[in-house]
């Protein structure tokens, strides 16, 4: 779990394995780039999960999310607003933002 105080709260689809999803479990700790439509950086996003640890291809789940770096992409998002999450430059899911939390 990270230590640092989540930016937002999200609703995260993990694609099924077929389509390009993980191969294996992941659990809280997890970490993915996330790119958001207005940009086309990738920013690194750490993983908290709420509802349960262990994430499987093919899972929807909600998680708090703490980006690294990311000061100027912070200042644009908004709940609401849909993102990519990639692993390797791969799209392995999406996610749309639920909360933000205060800085």
């Known amino acids: 779990m990270s230590k640092k105080k989540p ?12 389509n390009g999803g993980i191969s294996t479990p992941v659990s809280s700790g997890f970490r993915t780039t996330v790119r958001f439509p207005f940009d086309s950086k990738e920013f690194l996003a750490n993983h908290s999960f709420i509802e349960t640890e262990i994430i499987y291809s093919g899972d929807t789940v909600s998680a708090n999310i703490n980006l690294l770096e990311a000061k100027d992409a912070l200042e644009q998002i908004y709940e609401g607003i849909d993102f990519d999450l990639l692993l390797n430059s791969i799209i392995i899911g999406q996610g749309v933002i639920t909360k933000i939390y205060a800085s």
Request: aromatic share 16%.
């Open 7 to 18: 930016h937002f709260k999200a609703l995260l689809t993990f694609l099924p394995e077929d």
